[in-house]
Structures are given as structure tokens and as C-alpha cells.
């Protein structure tokens, strides 16, 4: 009896897992709308009212029942090259931009008024950390990933110097004065590679964060001592990487490039807290 009483010990959590997945409470989040025909092969953001569909040089502004409202566009590519994503912050729509896939990287921050469809402000970047992907603001400073490719990375003699392990996420403070930054975890470098972090969010402090393609959101976490996140957990979406957003209910929006929709997921269990 001792023994059979020791294994069930064991196996108790195991057999709660299943029976947990088996009732439907898997972890992660479902999808329960999406939008599709929507301009985004980019990213998307949100706020109360409306959410923004955004690709290389376009954003567009959709009621919440997806009827297209407005649009901002830039034809020259000197401009406005490659927007990642974007996140509406105190009545502003900020949206990372890059140069990318041009060599040397360089990056800036485009801000627009999303109630007039609007560009209102930049934050040049330059040529400095890489590609800026996404913007997230923290308490009192704001957080900037800056990534780099194993399949556009600098070169120099033919061969790749700057590659995947060259990300890292920059903090700044509200005047956009570098104060530290962080570079990821080796075995988080290993699965996002070929590419980088494409999307990304910050709650209760911690980042939230896709790649590429992946159906996941990888969760960082900041380091006791040193300069490398921790990574510490991901979670299953129903869409492949690209910029993300989270509204003011706790719903998780994404895209699909391939089928061009715009997606809205709810929370299982695990979901990002509110």
C-alpha cells in the first residue's frame, strides 16, 4: 500500500494535467474573433474603441466590428520603410519603425493621433542598436527591442557578425535617455532563430513576448544580478508571432499574414494577468 500510495503521489499532478486539458481548460488562449480583409502584415494595436492595423507603410483604423475607418499611408520608402507594431499609450498611437532589411540597421519611433490618423512626432534612433520591433512603457521609462537576424545580419568579410544574439531590449527613460539594457536568454536565441523577438508587451513586470511564426508568447523576466533575461515560461496563441496587443479587458490581439485577419483570443488559464 505504502508503494501505491507513493505513485499516486506522484502521478497526481500528471492526472490532473490531462483531466485539466481534457475538460478544455488547456493553458493559453483561444480565439474567439477575427477580422478578415484587414490591412496588417505587421502588427496591430488597440485601445477602447478601435484597433489599428499596421503594415510595412500603412496603418489602418477599424471600428471594433472591423469596418475600416481611416487610413495613414506613405509612398516613399526614405520615409517610412518597415513599421513591426504599435501601441496606443495616454491618446497616442507609438509605432516601431526600421530600415529593415537595409544595411546598417537604423530605427525610429513614428507617433500618431489616432483620433485623426494623424503623424504628430519621431524619436530617431539612427543607426545604433538595430531594428526596432516594439515599444512597451514601464514605470516611469519606456522599453525598446532592438533585433537583429541571422538572415540580415552586418557583415564584414562575408561572414555574419551581428546575428539573432545581437537583440536586446533597451530602457529609456521618458526623455529618451538610455538608462540600461538586457540581451535574451542563449535557449531563447536557439528557438526564435533564423529571426528575432517580433512582438512584444510588459505586465506586472514581466515582458510577453513573440517571434516570427511561433504560436507562442515567450515570458521574460528580469535577471537577480547581470545583463541576460531570464526565460521563464511561454504560452500557446492562436496566431504565428508579429506585433501583438492587449486590451483594456484582457483580450490578446494578433495577425495572420497568410490569411489576412486580424485575430482576438481570450485567456483559457496562464493568460497574461490583468
Known amino acids: 500500500m505504502r508503494i501505491v500510495s507513493t505513485l499516486l503521489r ?6 490532473c494535467g490531462v483531466l485539466f486539458c481534457s475538460l478544455g481548460f488547456a493553458q493559453g488562449y483561444r480565439a474567439v474573433q477575427s477580422f478578415p480583409g484587414v490591412i496588417a502584415n505587421q502588427g496591430v494595436a488597440v485601445d477602447d474603441q478601435y484597433f489599428y492595423g499596421i503594415s510595412n507603410a500603412q496603418i489602418t ?3 471594433k466590428n472591423g469596418d475600416s475607418l481611416a487610413t495613414w499611408k506613405e509612398k516613399d520608402p526614405q520615409l517610412i520603410r518597415h513599421f513591426d507594431g504599435g ?3 495616454d491618446g497616442l498611437l507609438y509605432c516601431s519603425h526600421s530600415n529593415f532589411p537595409e544595411i546598417p540597421m537604423a530605427s525610429s519611433i513614428e507617433i500618431f493621433d489616432p483620433e485623426k490618423m494623424e503623424h504628430v512626432g519621431t524619436v530617431s534612433f539612427g543607426i545604433e542598436y538595430g531594428s526596432c520591433t516594439w515599444i512597451v512603457p514601464g514605470e516611469d521609462c519606456w522599453y525598446v527591442c532592438f533585433a537583429h537576424y541571422d538572415t540580415n545580419g552586418e557583415k564584414a568579410a562575408g561572414e555574419v557578425i551581428r546575428d539573432a544574439s545581437w537583440t536586446q531590449i533597451i530602457q529609456y527613460d521618458k526623455q529618451w535617455n538610455r538608462l540600461q539594457g538586457w540581451i535574451l536568454p542563449k ?3 536557439e528557438e526564435i532563430r533564423p529571426m528575432s523577438l517580433s512582438g512584444g508587451l510588459f505586465v506586472d513586470g514581466k515582458f510577453y513576448c513573440t517571434g516570427h511564426d511561433a504560436q507562442k ?3 521574460l523576466e528580469f535577471p537577480p544580478y547581470g545583463m541576460r533575461l531570464r526565460w521563464t515560461g511561454s504560452i500557446d496563441i492562436p496566431f504565428k508571432g508579429q506585433g ?5 479587458d484582457g483580450f490578446l490581439w494578433g495577425i495572420d499574414r497568410k490569411t489576412k485577419q486580424i485575430i482576438k483570443a481570450a485567456a483559457r488559464t496562464g493568460g497574461i494577468p490583468r
Open 187 to 189: 535557449e531563447l536565441i
Open 10 to 15: 506522484k502521478l497526481f499532478p500528471a492526472l
Open 217 to 219: 508568447l515567450f515570458i
Open 87 to 89: 501601441i496606443v499609450v
Open 244 to 248: 501583438i496587443a492587449l486590451d483594456s
Open 61 to 63: 483604423k477599424y471600428a
